[in-house]
């Protein structure tokens, strides 16, 4: 059973437009949440972090926003560049970390 | 962040032989951690390896077919075990540190990609 999902396959942005990425999870015992970026042939690369005591965080063009109540958070990158095209995974938990399944990014020059 | 290393990066092998794929860690670790990710999936946490005790599986991994050993605090092995071409797979080493935000935070090795013909 999943428990984080992403939903969009796929996301297509225009250069310089927000982008806004989407996760949802069920364990409501989650304290962590985290975004990474992924390109082919290579590890997932950590973006921005969210703690569950915390609702919002910014970190440059990345920022990530927490609903406890709809278990559901977002990354919004603004403005998005051609660069941040890549696989785009959320993931959930404390000590082990569950991962959604993914949203490929193409921004669009 | 730390530092890991995977090796082999990449490897080709035969249906019903093992490989193992080895993480180094820059410093010492209480957990490491692997996953997998199949071919246009998602990463998929295959046990957790503790050192001086027994790796924890998850749902639908099994210790004979994914071997783990934690001889020390920096250093895992993994073995796919009788690889059907269904391992064909991209298997992940991570480990958790504290983020800036106090989060616990995972960093992954690049990864050993295995092909099974």
């Known amino acids: 059973d999943q428990q984080v999902k992403q939903n969009s396959p796929s996301l297509s942005v225009q250069e310089g437009r927000i982008s806004i990425l989407n996760c949802d999870y069920t364990?409501?015992?989650?304290?962590?949440f985290l975004w990474y970026k992924k390109y082919p042939a290579e590890g997932p690369t950590f973006l921005i972090s969210?703690?569950?005591?915390?609702d919002k965080n910014e970190d440059g063009r990345f920022t990530v926003f927490l609903n406890k109540s709809a278990k559901h958070l977002s990354l919004h990158i603004v403005p998005s560049q051609p660069g941040d095209s890549a696989v785009y995974f959320c993931?959930?938990?404390?000590?082990?970390?569950?991962f959604g399944t993914g949203t490929s990014l193409t921004v669009i020059p | 962040s730390a530092v890991i290393s995977q090796k082999p990066s990449r490897d080709i092998c035969q249906r019903g032989t093992s490989l193992t794929i080895q993480c180094q860690v820059d410093?010492?670790?209480?957990?490491m951690f692997w996953y997998r990710q199949q071919p246009g999936q998602s990463l998929t946490l295959i046990a957790t390896?503790?050192?001086?005790?027994?790796?924890?599986?998850e749902s639908g991994f099994v210790i004979d077919k994914f071997p783990i050993s934690r001889p020390n605090l920096t250093f895992s092995t993994l073995t796919v075990s009788n690889m059907s071409p269904e391992d064909s797979s991209i298997y992940l080493c991570?480990?958790?540190?504290?983020?800036?935000?106090?989060?616990?935070?995972?960093?992954f090795g690049a990864g050993s990609r295995l092909t099974v013909l």
């Open positions: 991570s480990v958790v540190g504290r983020g800036h935000s106090g989060a616990n935070v995972l960093t």
């Open positions: 364990n409501s015992m989650f304290d962590y």
């Open positions: 969210i703690s569950s005591i915390k």
């Open positions: 993931a959930a938990g404390g000590n082990q970390f569950y």
């Open positions: 410093s010492q670790v209480t957990m």
């Open positions: 390896a503790n050192q001086g005790s027994e790796a924890t599986y």
